[in-house]
């Protein structure tokens, strides 16, 4: 696979447009209830009626933007309205906290336990607002962030189940998706906000959970950064850091601050480096610090959002910078992803494989797959490269 960028921005532009999107336009809508339906088989047939905020929130998400930013589809608007009026007569209690699971018919299941589910309401609804421009839309949005922000020193609150005290911790989970959520909400926050959560989210991620020696990016430290030497201070979750990074390239990018974008495209080299399966290919799912059996028992398993945003920072730093060796990789990541996860029999991806790189589970949606990593991966590939192309004419 030489540097044929166009062909390249016409191949994601073709698996996101008759693949991907086609699949979940098909087969996930529920049209009795409401929402959508996210656990698909391979064929795309239903066989969980359950609705998971977060694939709810994420699919009326991915419809929305790609309204926004790509093209405005009337069907693409339809299916967010779809979920739009779900979410917003289902998915909160009392206090307005979105809850984690509710039933087909919007009864709630699982308890807001957790403030992703807001993010992602907040993320959701921010771009339903600028597709649909609906004020109750926008309200929701910025409630759903300011819960958030509200949260973030505590993101489980009363549900969190370690004892309060012994060995406090904090989790890169949280400022990585503060600081894509704040990027996504831009034109419904002032100005200094903003900025000061950006700057924020970027420093903390870049100074307190980046190991400045390996180069690597810790799932948890002490509230000071530093290392504890337990399960959760040692744990490496190579996707998660590598999805880190592109959030911090695209911000960094917006203030042409090639320092960090250098910075981070290097922290994603260093973990590839670490993460790399070099006897079967692929991102290893979850890996010690230390070298340590890891607690996670599906530590080895070669997960789809894993390899998909290796691509998205991939593609993005060989955009932003030009350096051969993000294209070396690239190309790695391509063929193992393409060639392993993607269903042309079918249609979409399989998300889930065992460390042999062999389908483990024939899924195409379940409880933590559904309409997002892939579409979104798809559709951010092949800007890049589109952008790469007329660069190099």
């Known amino acids: 696979m030489e540097h044929d960028l166009k062909a390249l921005a016409e191949l994601y532009k073709n698996a996101l447009l008759n693949d991907v999107l086609s699949f979940w336009e098909k087969h996930s809508l529920d049209d009795q209830q409401g929402g959508y339906f996210t656990c698909l088989d391979r064929q795309g047939n239903v066989y969980d009626t ?23 589809r009337e069907n693409w608007l339809k299916i967010a309205v779809h979920g739009a009026n779900f979410l917003a007569q289902h998915g909160r209690d ?23 589910s807001d993010c992602f309401a907040a993320m ?25 922000l509200r949260r973030k020193e505590n993101p489980k609150g009363n549900y969190n189940k370690t004892y309060p005290g012994t060995r406090p911790m904090k989790a890169l989970a949280v400022p990585m998706i503060l600081a894509n ?60 850091g590598i999805e880190a990074m592109w959030f911090i390239m695209d911000i960094a990018h917006r203030k042409n601050d090639m320092k960090t974008i250098n910075q981070a495209v290097d922290v994603v080299l260093n973990i590839l480096n670490f993460a790399w399966d070099s006897e079967y290919g692929g991102l290893y799912y979850f890996m010690d610090a230390n070298g340590h059996p890891p607690q996670q028992l599906e530590w080895d398993q070669k997960l789809w959002w894993v ?57 195409k949606g379940g409880k933590w797959k559904g309409c997002f990593h892939v579409p979104r991966a798809l559709y951010l590939c092949w800007q890049q490269f589109e952008a790469l192309s007329v660069k190099s004419v």
């Not at 009392?94 to 992703?116: C, H, K, M, S």
């Not at 921010?126 to 759903?144: F, I, P, R, T, V």
């Not at 430290?221 to 490496?236: M, P, Q, T």
Request: proline share 3%; charged share 20%.
């Open 50 to 72: 359950d609705k998971f905020i977060w694939l709810q929130n994420r699919q009326l998400w991915t419809f929305s933007m790609l309204y926004n930013q790509l093209e405005k």
């Open 94 to 116: 009392v206090d307005g906290n979105w809850y984690f699971a509710l039933t087909r018919e919007g009864q709630p299941l699982v308890q807001p336990y957790n403030i992703f």
């Open 124 to 148: 959701a609804f921010s771009q339903y607002a600028l597709a649909g421009g609906e004020d109750w839309a926008k309200n929701l949005a910025m409630q759903a962030y300011n819960n958030v």
């Open 181 to 240: 959520l704040t990027l996504e909400m831009e034109w419904l926050l002032p100005k200094e906000t903003l900025d000061n959560v950006l700057e924020m989210t970027v420093k903390e991620v870049m100074s307190d959970f980046l190991d400045q020696e390996r180069g690597l990016m810790y799932e948890n430290v002490a509230l000071d950064g530093s290392h504890i030497n337990c399960f959760e201070g040692r744990l490496i979750n190579p996707g998660h």
């Open 307 to 363: 390899h998909l945003e290796s691509l998205v920072a991939l593609a993005m730093g060989y955009h932003l910078t030009g350096r051969e060796v993000c294209w070396e990789w690239y190309q790695k990541m391509h063929d193992y992803t393409w060639s392993h996860f993607a269903d042309p029999q079918y249609g979409e991806w399989f998300g889930y494989l065992n460390r042999r790189g062999e389908v483990l589970l024939n899924l």
